[in-house]
């Protein structure tokens, strides 16, 4: 299995960028996938998920979304109104367990290599 995850950047303070992850090797439709991102000197921390429907971490509400396409095997993160507390390394991941929202990062079995994210003020 591979994920492999794209789209990281630098931006300013309320800009937006959108995130790509694609998958291989798995039945991706029958994977949640999620979004976990780590700060620097901090653990790594969910973000959103995505089965048959969507789950948001507070801190990201109203203003990230996910989304899927399964005809292409790709999770997307589509940020705004980003914050510099949004800086980190963003990692995409997937759970075999498709009935019900999976917000752990236990519950995740494949990961991808990151793609870094910078926002700056």
């Known amino acids: 299995v591979q994920l492999q995850a794209s789209g990281g950047g630098v931006v300013q303070a309320g800009g937006s960028l959108r995130l790509s992850c694609a998958a291989s090797g798995l039945t991706f439709s029958r994977h949640a996938m999620a979004w976990f991102r780590q700060a620097p000197g901090k653990e790594r921390e969910f973000v959103a998920t995505?089965?048959?429907?969507?789950y948001y971490a507070d801190s990201v509400k109203g203003r990230f979304t996910i989304s899927r396409d399964n005809a292409k095997n790709t999770v997307y993160l589509q940020m705004n109104s980003l914050k510099p507390e949004d800086t980190a390394l963003y990692y995409c991941a997937a759970s075999p367990i498709w009935g019900a929202i999976v917000a752990a990062k236990r519950d995740y079995r494949y990961w991808g290599q990151g793609t870094l994210v910078t926002v700056s003020s």
């Open positions: 995505i089965n048959w429907s969507t």
